[in-house]
C-alpha cells in the first residue's frame, strides 16, 4: 500500500466517522477534529488486532467451512472500533457494545459508498 493510498483511506474513514457521530447509533465524536485522530487510532488498532484475532477465530473458520466467516470478520471490526474508542478521549460509545457493533456496521456501509464514489 503506498503513501496516498493510506492517506485516502485516513481521510475517507475520518469522514465516515465524523458522519457516524452525527446519526442517532451513541457514537459520540468531539470535537470534530477527532475524528481524524481516532481513524488513525482505528487503523493502529485494526493493523495490530486483526492477525491476532484472525489467528484466533482460524479454527471456527475452518469448522463452519467460511459459512460465518464475514461474523467473524465483523466481531473483529467491533472489537477494533471499541478498542479505538476506549483509547481516544473524545470519542465515546454511549450504548457500549451496541453502538459499536452499530458504529462499525455503519463504518463499513459509509466507507464503501465514499469508496465506491471516489472510483477507489
Do not use: H, Q
Amino acid at each position: 500500500m503506498n503513501i496516498v493510498t493510506l492517506l485516502i483511506v485516513w481521510v475517507v474513514t475520518s469522514i465516515s466517522l465524523w458522519l457516524i457521530s452525527k446519526l442517532p447509533l451513541g457514537v459520540e465524536i468531539d470535537p470534530p477534529e477527532k475524528a481524524f485522530f481516532s481513524a488513525a487510532v482505528l487503523g493502529i488498532i485494526t493493523a495490530l488486532v486483526r492477525p491476532v484475532l484472525g489467528a484466533v477465530f482460524t479454527i471456527p473458520n475452518l469448522a463452519t467451512f467460511d459459512l460465518l466467516s464475514g461474523i467473524f470478520t465483523f466481531m473483529i471490526a467491533v472489537v477494533c472500533f471499541s478498542i479505538a474508542a476506549w483509547l481516544v478521549e473524545g470519542f465515546r460509545l454511549r450504548y457500549g457494545i451496541w453502538s459499536a457493533v452499530l458504529g462499525a456496521f455503519a463504518l463499513s456501509i459509509i466507507n464503501s459508498i465514499i469508496y465506491k464514489l471516489l472510483g477507489v
